[in-house]
């Protein structure tokens, strides 16, 4: 989408190797999320920012960790890659004074073998 | 924690009929709903919302009425076209973390 880039779009890596993922947006949302999107999970919450280095965990956060050094990157870091990370992973980005809602990424493939 | 249950898919229709997708949530409060629906091989995208009790929201045709008495959020459709062949995904928004839960999804296959 317009405003929100995420990269690498594809990314196969070896077990055991730190991986950075990236969420980039243009239009100074306060918000941000990684949520990983799995075959009958929909979408899981792994961490999210609500400001400048202000993050918190959600409901799958164990093995990931996250960083907002600046509003407009959110970078999510898997510390040593596992096979059971191997996902798809989309940022999204919401803004309080609008609705709430979200506008997503096109999202990131990743491979662990 | 917010949760979201679903109807199960694909669910397969002919072009033209009547498209009903359940949603029912649990939640704390009362939060705005959502539903978002994702093509093949792309991101979610909004498709509409509600933010309060009785509230319908709409687009494409498609509707969707917050129910709080029975916490419910049904998406439906008077015509589906072979175009809204797609997943669809119901998501309350976590009053606290302004983060919305989703529900597994439900696919739709419309057919000629």
């Known amino acids: 989408d317009a405003g929100i880039t995420q990269s690498p779009r594809h990314k196969v890596t070896e077990t055991g190797t730190p991986v950075t993922l990236r969420c980039h947006q243009t239009?100074?949302?306060?918000?941000m999320y990684w949520y990983r999107q799995d075959p009958g999970h929909g979408l899981r919450l792994i961490h999210y920012?609500?400001?400048?280095?202000?993050?918190d965990k959600g409901e799958v956060s164990d093995g990931y960790s996250v960083s907002r050094s600046k509003t407009e990157d959110f970078l999510l870091t898997l510390e040593s890659a596992t096979s059971s990370q191997t996902s798809v992973y989309f940022c999204?980005?919401?803004?309080?004074?609008?609705?709430?809602?979200?506008?997503f990424g096109s999202g990131t493939r990743l491979t662990v073998v | 924690g917010d949760s979201v249950t679903q109807m199960e898919g694909p669910v397969t229709l002919s072009e033209e009929a009547f498209l009903t997708i359940n949603c029912t949530y649990t939640?704390?409060?009362?939060?705005?709903l959502f539903w978002y629906v994702q093509y093949p091989g792309e991101g979610l995208q909004l498709l509409l919302k509600?933010?309060?009790?009785?509230d319908k929201g709409s687009n494409k045709g498609f509707e969707a009425t917050y129910r709080k008495e029975t916490t419910s959020f049904h998406l439906e459709k008077g015509s589906v076209q072979v175009s809204d062949s797609a997943v669809y995904f119901c998501?309350?928004?976590?009053?606290?973390?302004?983060?919305?839960?989703f529900g597994s999804g439900t696919r739709l296959q419309v057919q000629p």
């Open positions: 998501a309350p928004m976590d009053t606290g973390r302004r983060a919305l839960t």
């Open positions: 999204a980005i919401s803004d309080p004074v609008g609705d709430y809602g979200y506008t």
């Open positions: 239009e100074n949302h306060r918000y």
């Open positions: 939640a704390t409060g009362y939060p705005s």
């Open positions: 509600a933010t309060k009790a009785d």
């Open positions: 920012s609500y400001g400048v280095k202000d993050t």
